[in-house]
C-alpha cells in the first residue's frame, strides 16, 4: 500500500510558477511510475506528466510541455511538477498516482494503482 499525499498548490498569476510536491510513503518508492494528472471543473481528468521508477525516463502531455518539468528524489520519496508559464487553462486539481510497473510513463488514469488526494492549482489571467 502506498499514500500519497500532494503540496505546493496555490493561486499564482499567469505567467507564474508554482512547484508541486508529492510525498510518499512505503519503502519500495523507486519501484513504482509516478504520474501528474489534473481535473477541471465539468472536465475529465486528464494526464499532465509521468516518470518512470529509475527517473530515467518521463513523458508530458503536449498542453504542457516545454512548460512544466516532473522529476523525482528517491532518497525523500518525492516527485515533483514545476510549473512555468502558467496558463489560465491551467486550473485544475492537480493528483500525483503511483503506477506499480516502474519502467512505462502511462498517460491512462486506470493503470496507476495509488492516488493522492489533489491540491487545487488555480492560475489568473
Known amino acids: 500500500q502506498v499514500q500519497l499525499v500532494e503540496s505546493g498548490g496555490g493561486l499564482v498569476q499567469a505567467g507564474g510558477s508554482l512547484r508541486l510536491s508529492c510525498a510518499a510513503s512505503g519503502r519500495t518508492f523507486s519501484s513504482y511510475s509516478m504520474g501528474w494528472f489534473r481535473q477541471a471543473p465539468g472536465k475529465e481528468r486528464e494526464f499532465v506528466a509521468a516518470?518512470?521508477?529509475?527517473?530515467?525516463?518521463?513523458y508530458y502531455a503536449d498542453s504542457v510541455k516545454g512548460r512544466f518539468t516532473i522529476s523525482r528524489d528517491n532518497a525523500k520519496n518525492t516527485v515533483y511538477l514545476q510549473m512555468n508559464g502558467l496558463k489560465p487553462e491551467d486550473t485544475a486539481v492537480y493528483y500525483c498516482?503511483?503506477?506499480?510497473?516502474?519502467?512505462?510513463?502511462?498517460?491512462?488514469?486506470?493503470?496507476?494503482?495509488?492516488w493522492g488526494q489533489g491540491t487545487q492549482v488555480t492560475v489568473s489571467s
Open positions: 516518470i518512470t521508477g529509475s527517473g530515467g525516463n518521463t
Open positions: 498516482a503511483a503506477d506499480r510497473t516502474g519502467w512505462r510513463t502511462s498517460q491512462t488514469d486506470r493503470t496507476y494503482d495509488y
